[in-house]
């Protein structure tokens, strides 16, 4: 335990002996845990640890009866097929008990966002938001789920929600 908590180094050498070093395969994708971090990651920036928690625990879950239907040996204790469940199950958790929950009285807007694209811009949120677009953009940046680029007028979803709002990769404009 102590050696956990003095290296980094033994933290990741741990980590990557139950975790494959990638969730997505292939030279440009990252590590495993640059793409937990960012795909727990809100349009304000924010991970929270509960997150990247409720992600491990689905993916867990989901190893479970990976194991349970194919009792085969297996590389890692938690495989990219997991990982990637666990996080789109997150994605639901997080749009129904934190947004429509917490933030009922922005739910019609959000809800707008439903099946359109990962990237907008200000034109596109304008087609579906009308005239309060302004408001809309301010509230949503506000809790998370558009994220402004450095582009002017440029709005990206952050993959938090990707999943639960069934949105489409690419750009809306």
């Given at each position: 335990?102590?050696q956990i908590e003095?290296s980094?180094?033994?933290?990741k050498?741990a980590?990557?002996?139950?975790?494959p070093?990638?969730v997505e395969t292939g030279k440009?994708?990252?590590?495993?845990?640059?793409w937990?971090?960012?795909?727990?990651?809100?349009?304000?920036?924010v991970?929270?640890?509960r997150?990247v928690?409720?992600?491990?625990?689905?993916?867990?879950s989901?190893q479970?009866?990976?194991f349970a239907?194919q009792?085969?040996?297996q590389?890692?204790l938690?495989?990219?097929?997991?990982?990637?469940?666990?996080?789109?199950?997150?994605?639901?958790?997080?749009?129904?008990t934190?947004?429509k929950?917490?933030?009922?009285?922005f739910?019609?807007?959000?809800e707008?966002?439903q099946?359109?694209?990962?990237?907008h811009n200000k034109?596109?949120?304008t087609?579906?938001?009308?005239k309060?677009v302004?408001?809309?953009?301010k509230?949503?940046c506000?809790?998370?789920v558009?994220?402004?680029q450095?582009?002017p007028d440029?709005?990206?979803?952050?993959?938090?929600?990707?999943?639960?709002?069934?949105l489409?990769?690419?750009k809306?404009?």
């Amino acid at each position: 335990l102590k050696q956990i908590e003095k290296s980094e180094a033994y933290r990741k050498e741990a980590f990557y002996k139950i975790f494959p070093s990638q969730v997505e395969t292939g030279k440009k994708q990252s590590s495993t845990l640059d793409w937990i971090y960012s795909h727990c990651q809100d349009g304000r920036g924010v991970v929270t640890p509960r997150d990247v928690i409720d992600l491990l625990n689905f993916a867990r879950s989901k190893q479970s009866e990976i194991f349970a239907s194919q009792p085969i040996e297996q590389e890692f204790l938690i495989s990219s097929v997991a990982i990637k469940y666990g996080f789109l199950r997150l994605s639901e958790k997080k749009l129904t008990t934190y947004l429509k929950a917490e933030f009922p009285h922005f739910w019609p807007d959000i809800e707008m966002l439903q099946g359109t694209k990962s990237e907008h811009n200000k034109r596109s949120l304008t087609k579906i938001f009308g005239k309060n677009v302004n408001i809309v953009i301010k509230n949503l940046c506000s809790v998370g789920v558009l994220q402004h680029q450095l582009s002017p007028d440029s709005y990206k979803i952050p993959f938090l929600f990707r999943p639960a709002l069934k949105l489409k990769q690419g750009k809306a404009f």
